[in-house]
């Protein structure tokens, strides 16, 4: 029985250990230019913990606070589940393609090993955070400790700096959302529901706002982190 248990609980895969042990003693007071970034987007069957899946991760690299265009990784995922058709066409994934894919034990090692110890940011990527690690945890022994940063949320905290602390988002604004920001900014527009073009088009977004938010003497990755309300994901 005991060894059962024993054996149940296997040690982390070294990719978590290497993440666990830099992010555990990482210094946040550099300016944002001297930190790597991944951009990221995963594609999900829906919004369920319990029973959606990764369909899709799309992903770009930024350094010295620019897109690094050869350096980008996209990747389908075959599902465990094959009943989430409608679910895959709103992301314009069919059955068969999906059915082709790797399984998500397979893509998550790939995807971690080119994060590196690269810093992650998305688009209300806390979700796409969750399943991540809800993914490394069952598939890799253990979670990602990586800090990130929500574009959403710099996006509010920008417009806060921008109009004042009274400034009301829900009021004033009808959307947070990925598309209506970027055109509200004049940023190059991207296909939708797409985890690669979804992750350049956060890239923009998220290069735009922190160049605006220097204006406020938001400049240290510890400044950005608070500007964004950023919180650990605990599993």
Known sequence: MFTDFFKAR??????IRQNNRYFREFSAESPLGEYDFIVF???????????????????????????????TFYALVKP??????????VHRLTPQELMQADDLKVVLPHFIEF????????????????????AAKK?????????????????????????????DHYNVRSSYNLAALSKEFNLPEFVEHNAMDDALQTAYLFLFL????????????????KAGRNWKIIL
């Not at 994060?115 to 809800?134: K, P, Q, S, T, W």
């Open 10 to 15: 296997k040690a982390p895969h070294p990719l």
């Open 41 to 71: 987007d995963t594609e999900l069957t829906g919004f369920s913990k319990k029973k959606d899946e990764i369909i899709a991760i799309g992903a770009v690299r930024i350094s010295n606070l620019q897109i690094s265009g050869a350096e």
């Open 80 to 89: 465990e589940n094959n009943s989430h058709t409608p679910s895959t066409l």
């Open 115 to 134: 994060c590196g110890m690269a810093f992650l940011a998305g688009h209300y990527v806390r979700l796409d955070f969750e399943f991540i690690n809800r």
């Open 139 to 167: 598939i890799l022994g253990g979670v990602l400790q990586t800090p990130y940063l929500d574009t959403m949320r710099l996006a509010m905290a920008f417009n806060e700096y921008k109009h004042g602390h009274y400034y």
């Open 210 to 225: 922190v160049k605006k938010m220097r204006r406020y003497g938001v400049r240290t990755m510890a400044d950005f982190l």
